[in-house]
C-alpha cells in the first residue's frame, strides 16, 4: 500500500536501473511515421493534420525569420505532450512532474532565445528592460524588476508545468481512494465520486495538452 502520496511521484527503478529513460524514449516510438506511400493511413493522415495546425497556430504571431524555429518547437510540443498524456494511464510515470527534467527542457530553450535576442537585436533586447516613457527616478529600479522577472521566468515555465501535473495526479489519486474506500460502506457516495472520478479524468486529459502548448507558446513568445 501507498505510505505517501507523493510516492507515485519518484522515478521508478528496475534492477537498480532507472525507468525514466524508457519513459523519455517511449513517445517517440509510438508515434507513427510516414511511409514513402503516396496515400498514408488514417492515423499519420491526422497527425500530419495535427502538426501543420499546431505549427500554423505557433508560428502565427512570429515573424518570418522565426520560422526556423518551427521544427524544435513542434518536436518539443510532441514530446511533452506525449509524456502528459501517457502518464494519465495505469501503472505509469510522468517523467512531466519532475521539476528537474522541465527546467533542463525550459532553461536551455529560454537561454537560446535571450543569446539570440542579444546577438541579432541587442537594441530591442536591452530595451525590454526599461519602458518607454518611465519617469527618471524610476528607471534604476525598474531595470532591476525587469532583469529579476526575466531570469525568473524558465522557473516560472518548470513550476508551471510541474505544479499542474503534480496537483491532478494527487486528485486523482485522493478521489479514487475515497471512491474504493466508500464503496463497501456507502454505494451510492462511491458512485457519485467515481462519477466525479471521470470528469476529473477528462479534465486532467485537457490539462495535459494545454500545459504543452502553453509552455512552447510562452517559449515561442
Known amino acids: 500500500m501507498m505510505t505517501n502520496l507523493f510516492d507515485q511521484f ?3 527503478t528496475y ?3 532507472p525507468l525514466i529513460v524508457l519513459a523519455l524514449g517511449l513517445p517517440w516510438i509510438l508515434w507513427p511515421s510516414p511511409s514513402s ?3 498514408n493511413n488514417r492515423l499519420v493522415t491526422l497527425q500530419s493534420w495535427f502538426l501543420n495546425r499546431f505549427t500554423q497556430q505557433l508560428l502565427l504571431p512570429i515573424n518570418t525569420g522565426g520560422h ?3 521544427l524544435i518547437l513542434a518536436s ?3 514530446f511533452l505532450l506525449s509524456m502528459n498524456l501517457l502518464g494519465l494511464l495505469p501503472y505509469t510515470f510522468t517523467p512531466t512532474t519532475q521539476l528537474s527534467l522541465n527546467m533542463g527542457l525550459a532553461v536551455p530553450f529560454w537561454l ?3 543569446i539570440i535576442g542579444m546577438r541579432n537585436q541587442p537594441t530591442a533586447a536591452l530595451g525590454h528592460l526599461l519602458p518607454e516613457g518611465t519617469p527618471t527616478p524610476l528607471i534604476p529600479v525598474l531595470i532591476v524588476i525587469e532583469t529579476i522577472s526575466l531570469f525568473i521566468r524558465p522557473l516560472a515555465l518548470g513550476v508551471r508545468l510541474t505544479a499542474n501535473l503534480t496537483a491532478g495526479h494527487l486528485l486523482i489519486q485522493l478521489i479514487a481512494t475515497a471512491a474504493f474506500t466508500l464503496m463497501t460502506s456507502m454505494t451510492t457516495v462511491a458512485l457519485l465520486t467515481t462519477s466525479i472520478l471521470f470528469l476529473l479524468t477528462l479534465l486532467e486529459i485537457a490539462v495535459a495538452m494545454i500545459q504543452a502548448y502553453v509552455l512552447v507558446l510562452l517559449l515561442s513568445l
Open 10 to 12: 519518484m522515478s521508478p
Open 15 to 17: 534492477l537498480g536501473m
Open 37 to 39: 506511400r503516396w496515400l
Open 68 to 70: 526556423k524555429w518551427a
Open 76 to 78: 518539443l510540443m510532441t
Open 112 to 114: 537560446a532565445t535571450v
